[in-house]
């Protein structure tokens, strides 16, 4: 099993790029805080979105915006400017939420789920919210 859920904070706006003329991908971080008793800590991770997903975060959602998130971890592997060999671990997104209302001072409550799964033959997803299935399995991602 490979999940993680977040509810957090944008701390950049999405950065929306086209790969190869005809594929998109939204790359964002988002900022989750954990709060005790005793203090508090923030962590910060990479998101990455596809096809129409990616779209649709970038049309809708601006930095400080709230947002939920479904996704599933992935280790990435590079060269750095100076040939080191560095690793991250991004968060390919599944499923993200609207945690705020459009124009909201934040104070929102949720609202419609959106879905990278494919649509099921029963039910007209498309019209329900749900976006079609992108299969970025073996591709790297370009930054």
Known sequence: MNTINIIGRLIQDPELRSINDDRKLA????AYNERWSTGEHTSFFDVIAWGRQAETVSN????GQRMGIQGRLRQERFEDKEGNKRNRVV??????TFIEPKGSDGQGSSS???SNQPPSAKSND???GDLPSFDEDGEEVPF
Do not use: H, Q, T
């Not at 790359?27 to 988002?30: L, N, R, T």
């Not at 809708?60 to 930095?63: A, D, R």
């Not at 968060?91 to 993200?96: A, G, K, R, S, T």
């Open 60 to 63: 809708f959602f601006k930095k």
């Open 91 to 96: 968060i390919v997104l599944n499923e993200f």
């Open 112 to 114: 419609s789920a959106y």
């Open 27 to 30: 790359k964002f971080s988002i």
């Open 126 to 128: 498309m019209e329900n």
